[in-house]
């Protein structure tokens, strides 16, 4: 008769799993705030571009511009606000911080800076990247296009390496 014996899943301790809970929740905070002060930008501009039509060209195409600009930063701010919920209830689970492609661990450094994500970094190394649209795909029809890929910005995150951004 054989025996079914089951690796018990590995996962982050409770103690881990607080600190970051603390750490999200401090995060989303913060971006709650940010995504009312941006809401509260965007509602000032379009306010003002009602009230003023001056008929100039170069002032309505700003203030259409300003409010693309900050309709896409609104976008962006939800959507970072719910994974950041998201990983809550992954931590009420107990299931924070496992890769949805390896079912391993997620280095605990990826996850205080992006402690959002879902991937590890070979996970996401691992995945097919979709195929990106080139300059000369808007006058082809047949081209590929995609909104899933994004390349992170690093700018300012000194010499980490891009894996450790996004999801």
């Not at 979709?130 to 590929?144: F, Q, Y």
């Not at 994004?150 to 996004?166: C, L, M, Q, V």
């Given at each position: 008769?054989?025996?079914n014996i089951h690796k ?98 997620i280095d605990k450094k ?31 029809p047949n081209a590929v ?23």
């Amino acid at each position: 008769m054989a025996t079914n014996i089951h690796k018990p899943v590995e996962r982050y301790s409770d103690e881990d799993l607080a600190e970051f809970k603390t750490l999200i929740e401090d995060k989303l905070a913060k971006a709650e705030e940010e995504l009312v002060s941006r809401r509260a930008q965007l509602l000032e501009i379009s306010e003002n571009a009602h009230g003023q039509q001056s008929g100039d060209w170069t002032d309505e195409s700003t203030n259409h511009s300003e409010m693309e600009l900050l309709n896409n930063i609104v976008a962006r701010q939800q959507t970072f606000i719910q994974n950041l919920r998201n990983a809550l209830l992954r931590i009420q689970n107990k299931t924070y911080g496992i890769c949805s492609i390896t079912g391993q661990l997620i280095d605990k450094k990826r996850l205080l800076l992006v402690p959002h994500a879902t991937k590890s970094v070979e996970g996401k190394m691992n995945r097919p990247m979709p195929m990106l649209a080139s300059p000369t795909s808007a006058r082809n029809p047949n081209a590929v296009h995609s909104d899933e890929w994004r390349e992170a910005d690093t700018s300012d995150k000194g010499s980490i390496p891009k894996e450790f951004f996004g999801e």
